[in-house]
């Protein structure tokens, strides 16, 4: 048999052979990994630019519902009732006044009040329903413009306590002087609650007489 004449070249080459291998392996490996990384790295990316402009869409949607719910409860602002109760030679008015571009509907109205009878002073507390009062509007009602019991009345004092409507969409609305109110439960809650003295005289006051006006800056 013959021998190898160099058989530690041989070893060399087999040892450089495994070396270029192992600096295959782990190029191939490196690189695996480098896009295994790019692309976990661009889905992160992707995953990310998703989220961010799904928070800016609820974002400006969010902006759209408060901007539209500013518009419908300032368009409830614009609904007013208040009185007019003078000393001496002038007697008392109530006026209720919409000043949006919409109607109003069902609008009630709580009044504490007094009025003379046989020369003693009677203090009530009167429920009085207006009804729709339409846009750019207001109606101006005399101390002597309300019927009580279907009888003329002379009120000697006018106060609102609270009013309640519904807006052109008919959504609830009450205003109590110190807060406006959209919810419904609420509503009924401080209309019973703000019932005015319990030893006033109560009842409902029917529309006798009345004269509207155009407020000056409906919008």
């Not at 009677?122 to 101006?140: H, I, N, S």
Request: glycine content about 6%.
């Amino acid at each position: 048999m013959a021998e190898d004449p160099n058989p530690q070249t041989t070893g060399a080459d087999d040892t450089a052979d495994e070396a270029r291998t192992r600096s295959r392996r782990i190029v191939i490996w490196v690189g695996a990994i480098v896009t295994i990384l790019g692309t976990v790295g661009s889905l992160a990316f992707g995953a990310i630019t998703a989220y961010l402009d799904y928070q800016v869409s609820v974002d400006q949607l969010q902006q759209s519902e408060d901007a539209e719910q500013e518009r419908i409860r300032d368009q409830a602002s614009k609904v007013a009732v208040w009185s007019e109760n003078l000393a001496k030679d002038r007697k008392p008015k109530l006026y209720v006044m919409n000043r949006s571009l919409a109607p109003i509907h069902s609008l009630r109205i709580r009044l504490e009040s007094s009025y003379l009878t046989e020369g003693r002073v009677t203090w009530a507390t009167f429920t009085y329903d207006a009804g729709t009062v339409p846009p750019c509007t207001t109606l101006v009602i005399p101390a002597d413009g309300f019927l009580k019991g279907r009888k003329p009345v002379e009120l000697a004092m006018m106060n609102p306590m609270w009013f309640y409507f519904f807006d052109g969409q008919y959504r609830m609305w009450m205003n109590t002087g110190s807060e406006l109110i959209s919810d419904r439960d609420t509503i009924h809650a401080e209309e019973y609650r703000r019932e005015g003295d319990p030893e006033d005289e109560r009842g409902q006051l029917l529309l006798n007489k009345l004269s509207k006006e155009t407020p000056a800056d409906c919008k």
